[in-house]
């Protein structure tokens, strides 16, 4: 029997590249742990403002780094009746970070997607935005940043700084589950023990109660913190690689993007 990957995410809808990464190799099994609960906001506001003249007439390029937010906009172009608005939102310039969110936008119809692999993080997207923008006056330039509540003010706050006419739209809101041990428990129980299974971590957000409980164990065990019950640990990229690493939770593997192919290659690889 192949080894198993626990996912701690939500599966992202509706295809998660690392559910048919996993599974074209036959080499691994994915089975997902699901971390946090997203509630679409203000959904009514933002179908309003994606069918207004302000946005169709007036926004150059929205900005969008989520894929929970990517759902919530999608779920309001998804009640629009009109296909000629929604071919003018779809043609719309957009950017996003990260090869993941870049291929979910190009898959639910976006047509000028920018950023993706060549943008790891909001910074770098920042930065090539104002490098596209170099030869024009920032102030006339309008653009929408679709986001949770939660997030970080590094993209907003440099682009506001370099006087783009920036407004945000807050879509979705995220809160933990409360039953995240008790899952990760059951995965495990039902683990073959002769199989080195892996642990992945995609985020610091919604992981506190079972980074706790990891840490109970291996005190109880008096192993050292590469063992983890028989559980290799991978990290998807270097900021909860820090997280982890702050936990005392020394990751087996860190992706060398966070993509489903560099995450998949790292943990076959590892020796």
Known sequence: MAPTVLLLKNKTVPVDPYEVKFNSSNS???KFIPLLKHEQLNKSQILSFLTSLDFLNTVQFFIITSQRAIESLNNCIDSIDSPDLKSIIYNKK???????????????????????????????????IISDYSDSDVS??????FTG???KDTLPKKLINSGFNLTEKIVYKTCPMDDIVERYTHN????????????VFFSPQGTESIVNHLKL?????NNDNTSWENIRIASIGPTTESYLLQNNITPHVVARKPDADSLFDSILNHQ
């Open 217 to 221: 164990k291996n005190n109880n065990t």
């Open 149 to 151: 509540e939660v997030r």
């Open 28 to 30: 691994f099994i994915p």
């Open 94 to 128: 957009c950017y996003t970070v990260g090869p993941a969110t870049f291929k979910i936008l190009s898959d639910s119809g976006f047509t000028d997607v920018k950023g993706g692999e060549a943008a790891g993080n909001g910074l770098i997207l920042a930065d090539l």
């Open 188 to 199: 495990f129980e039902k683990l073959s023990l002769s199989d080195t299974n892996w642990l």
């Open 140 to 145: 006339d330039i309008n653009c929408i940043f």
